[in-house]
């Protein structure tokens, strides 16, 4: 299976700051990363497909790139609204594996 | 509006089964793959199984492989999860997921239940 390591697992941000949330896989996977977004006590919300794609009703303050095995998910002005937990997901074989995680709080 | 509405979580002993059922509405159901994904209290998220649109196609996570078997009732909008042979490692929130994509089987998700929790112990 596909090992994917997101770092860092925790981080602490104030609104408006940018962040950067990092995703690597064990071996290349072409671009078929997912990104989620999970608050507490909710389900996953689908934020970027493709590496690079924003999922439709996503604010465009959310942004990924990457390529091969590194990608990134990136937040250029946090909103109060985006302090929650981040999940990278690839999907280039089976099964779809995901990240651990990164909890972003508010600093 | 797509709406997963899981159902079927409980309390079950070690070894013991369990049934999970997804209620679709929303979108043309049988044109769309299905998975279901858990989430251990306080962890990530784990694939478990997938389902094809028109249920010919079934994979699973070795981790449930012989235990768990996934299907579907496209007459009535249904995803299940028949659940055997329960371990306390499979206590979790058990999600349904919707591909996004028409056709597509193992890709990535657009819309979720809310969750049902199982829980084995004794």
């Known amino acids: 299976d596909i090992q994917m390591t997101q770092s860092p697992s925790s981080l602490s941000a104030s609104v408006g700051d940018r962040v950067t949330i990092t995703c690597r896989a064990s071996?290349?996977?072409?671009?078929?990363l997912a990104w989620y977004q999970q608050k507490p006590g909710k389900a996953p919300k689908l934020l970027l497909y493709?590496?690079?794609i924003l999922d439709s009703g996503v604010p465009s303050g959310f942004s990924g790139s990457g390529s091969g095995t590194d990608y990134t998910l990136t937040i250029s002005s946090l909103q109060p609204e985006d302090f929650a937990t981040y999940f990278c997901?690839?999907?280039?074989?089976?099964?779809?594996?995901f990240g651990q995680g990164t909890r972003l709080e508010i600093k | 509006e797509v709406q997963l509405l899981e159902s079927g979580g409980g309390l079950v002993q070690p070894g013991g089964s369990l049934r999970l059922s997804c209620a679709a509405s929303?979108?043309?159901?049988?044109?769309?793959?299905m998975s279901w994904v858990r989430q251990a209290p306080g962890k990530g998220l784990e694939w478990v199984s997938a389902?094809?649109?028109?249920?010919?196609?079934?994979y699973y996570a070795d981790s449930v492989k012989g235990r768990f078997t996934i299907s579907r009732d496209n007459s009535k909008n249904t995803l299940y999860l028949q659940m055997n042979s329960l371990r306390a490692e499979d206590t979790a929130v058990y999600y349904c997921?919707?591909?996004?994509?028409?056709?597509?089987?193992?890709?990535?998700?657009?819309?979720w239940g809310q969750g049902t929790l199982v829980t084995v112990s004794s």
């Open positions: 997921a919707k591909v996004k994509l028409e056709y597509q089987l193992l890709i990535y998700f657009d819309y």
């Open positions: 929303g979108f043309t159901f049988n044109t769309y793959a």
């Open positions: 389902i094809s649109g028109g249920g010919g196609n079934t």
């Open positions: 071996q290349g996977i072409s671009n078929s």
């Open positions: 493709a590496a690079s």
């Open positions: 997901q690839q999907y280039d074989s089976t099964p779809g594996t």
